[in-house]
């Protein structure tokens, strides 16, 4: 039967005419004296000039991209490292403030790609509006000015990247056919300066059904390679080195669904699947090194070195990679730590940093081709990031504080606490539990926001909560994240158990901890809401409809919804790894968690704050749009707002995020008990 609500998916102007009213609505309902002070106190939070402000090394420069209350669309500039780790004198290379107001476009600064040896030009990406379609064009550092006759790409998702020559890898839209079903580039060209992109020779082309098709250089002096990846679905990639010569291509002989990188004489493999190979089984989550000549001829066994292996209860969270050996960082029971491993011998010594008990770390090659310096960051929910700076090794971390994020709230009496929920099928599910002590300790039940994810092998982990300490836990509210199956926290098999048909078992693990929060006394029913946005917006699409009596509101954001019609719509294609097939018998069990199609008429549901972008060029803004409606015609209690641009992150700036933040608070003040 057809959807009688797909017209909400056009971008017509009686789309926008319904878009409007709403949202006017939502505004001028929660316009006043209390949605201002709320708005203005975020906006001093994101707009403020004295952020941590981090920066990438490249030549004799810190690059950074900063934005401010003065500078809302943000500056690119530099400083010289010294300078960057006493008191930066910040030399602005390009402001997108004033490019917009001179170009009337609206453009958000999506990244620079500078040229090597020299540093001497760049590849700027703008997104018009924050949509993930961008536009290249080619910076001179020198004139500060954009090439008249430079490289330059019109908008379209994809990127542009230095190999060598003065030559550019595009991975782009080119014309009719060029992109893949889920709206990326399908093919990537090596196009050479004084050449038109159209005659420039393609490297790699893909099948319509694949993801994406992308290429990169490995700069390294003495190694340096150039990749092509083909995407067949969003967890295998088939990977090649590229002869830049002839275009000959040579196919990287590892798992197709492994994380893949090189370094140096070395393939490093993170593998998502179990690997079974010469009758020896690599458990999937595991670290692996092995010659990088034998990813070419073919993986031998015996010349494969376990650098990490999983346990129950610890995951692989991320790894850089020095110029004597990585650094790689854990999640154990969603509790950080790091390791360093020796290149060649790869022998692994566990690093100590000081870190608080539920803090996160971050660390990262200041110049992975010039020795073992490293950027180290910290962050917790009431502990403000901070940036170290040092050197690596198996003897340690040999690390300084640079500076620090100010304090954004009072975090006076409050705490950490991380405890433990029991899913409907048994399975143990932390989650992080942030507020006054007192409520935490179950002696004075509080508004509680519970928060989570669990999708695509994403983890929630600790970091600093700035924003939501001054909307939300100053204000007394306890704040909740949720590590559910479906997310990363616990390695691949984590993230697998929800993946399909399973899907229900991430909405049992959330359901689970939103009980144990109230048997546990921190809550109510009438006192807890969920927030969760993008793949968090499915998952709040199905607390709505599968345990509304869990929650006194819910705030869904950027969100799937209709799992009908998720494929046909802007990237959904791509996602369909870890969805399903709603065109095939997949629908039986998509069906059971597609929220649009399991709202009841005669329901009782908590009221529901929608809010999306128009520019989200990701997730369809009629995911948003039509359940909304189908909401106001059951004569449900629901209330949306449309953003006209910021994309997929559902705001452009700090005026925008103030806005949405204030309206998310203000909604959750007016709506809980």
Same mark, same amino acid.
């Given at each position: ?423 409907? @099928?048994?399975? /143990?599910?932390?989650?992080? !539990?942030? =507020? &006054? ?5 179950? *002696?004075? $039940? ?115 919804? @209709?799992?009908? /019609?998720?494929?046909?719509? !802007?990237? =959904? &294609? ?5 969805? *399903?097939? $709603? ?91």
């Amino acid at each position: 039967m057809m959807d009688p609500r797909i017209w909400l998916e056009d971008s017509t102007e009686t789309t926008f005419e319904w878009v409007m009213a709403r949202t006017e609505r939502t505004l001028e309902s929660y316009g006043g004296s209390g949605f201002d002070t709320a708005k203005s106190e975020l906006f001093d939070i994101l707009s403020a000039k004295d952020k941590l402000d981090l920066g990438t090394l490249r030549g004799g420069y810190i690059y950074n991209f900063h934005t401010d209350g003065d500078n809302p669309r943000g500056l690119w500039r530099r400083t010289t490292l010294e300078d960057y780790l006493s008191e930066p004198v910040w030399d602005v290379l390009l402001d997108i403030d004033a490019l917009g107001a001179a170009e009337g476009e609206s453009w958000v600064f999506g990244g620079a790609n500078l040229r090597r040896p020299n540093f001497d030009r760049a590849l700027i990406t703008l997104k018009p509006g924050g949509s993930d379609a961008n536009v290249v064009r080619e910076f001179d550092l020198e004139t500060r000015s954009f090439l008249d006759d430079g490289y330059s790409a019109p908008a379209s998702k994809g990127s542009m990247s230095w190999t060598e020559n003065d030559s550019v890898l595009a991975a782009r839209d080119f014309g009719a056919g060029s992109l893949t079903d889920s709206g990326y580039p399908r093919s990537v060209r090596l196009w050479k300066r004084g050449t038109s992109i159209a005659d420039a020779p393609t490297i790699l082309e893909g099948e319509r059904e694949d993801i994406v098709v992308s290429a990169s250089h490995d700069f390294t002096p003495g190694y340096e390679r150039t990749f092509a990846a083909r995407a067949t679905d969003f967890r295998n990639t088939i990977l090649y080195e590229v002869d830049e010569e002839t275009l000959e291509l040579t196919e990287i002989l590892l798992p197709h669904s492994a994380g893949v990188g090189m370094v140096k004489d070395w393939a490093i493999l993170e593998l998502r699947y179990d690997w079974h190979l010469d009758g020896t089984t690599f458990a999937a989550g595991s670290l692996l090194a092995l010659p990088y000549a034998d990813a070419l001829t073919g993986p031998v066994a015996d010349r494969v070195v376990t650098i990490f292996a999983p346990t129950p209860h610890a995951s692989l969270a991320g790894l850089t990679e020095l110029q004597s050996g990585i650094v790689f960082t854990t999640l154990d029971n969603v509790r950080s730590r790091v390791y360093f491993a020796a290149i060649d011998t790869w022998e692994v010594t566990e690093l100590h940093p000081d870190l608080g008990e539920f803090d996160s770390i971050g660390v990262s090659a200041v110049d992975r081709e010039r020795g073992d310096d490293v950027w180290v960051t910290t962050t917790g929910f009431l502990t403000s990031t901070t940036l170290l700076y040092g050197s690596a090794s198996k003897d340690g971390l040999d690390i300084a504080q640079v500076r620090s994020t100010p304090e954004r709230f009072d975090a006076s009496g409050m705490v950490v606490r991380q405890r433990w929920a029991v899913s409907a @099928d048994g399975t /143990r599910v932390p989650y992080f !539990l942030v =507020g &006054a002590r007192e409520a935490i300790d179950g *002696g004075a $039940p509080a508004r509680c926001l519970l928060d989570g994810y669990g999708g695509f092998e994403i983890s929630r982990t600790p970091g600093y909560a700035g924003t939501y300490g001054k909307g939300w836990l100053e204000k007394g509210g306890v704040y909740a994240v949720a590590n559910i199956r479906g997310g990363g926290e616990f390695g691949p098999s984590w993230h697998q158990a929800a993946l399909k048909e399973g899907r229900h078992r991430a909405y049992a693990d959330f359901a689970a901890v939103a009980a144990d929060l109230v048997a546990t006394g921190v809550t109510t029913v009438d006192r807890l809401a969920a927030i969760g946005g993008s793949n968090g917006g499915l998952l709040m699409g199905n607390m709505y409809t599968t345990y509304p009596e869990l929650f006194g509101a819910i705030v869904c954001r950027v969100p799937l919804l @209709d799992m009908k /019609r998720f494929s046909h719509l !802007l990237a =959904g &294609a791509s996602w369909m790894d870890e969805y *399903g097939n $709603p065109d095939t018998d997949d629908w039986e069990f998509l069906q059971a968690y597609s929220p649009y199609h399991n709202v009841s008429a005669g329901g009782s549901y908590p009221p529901i704050l929608v809010m999306t972008s128009t520019k989200d060029d990701r997730v369809h803004p009629g995911h948003a749009r039509k359940f909304v409606a189908l909401l106001e015609e059951c004569g449900h209690d629901v209330e949306y707002y449309e953003n006209t641009e910021g994309g997929h992150a559902g705001a452009a700036d700090a005026e925008q995020s103030a806005l949405s933040l204030a309206l998310i608070f203000q909604f959750l003040e007016r709506r809980l008990a």
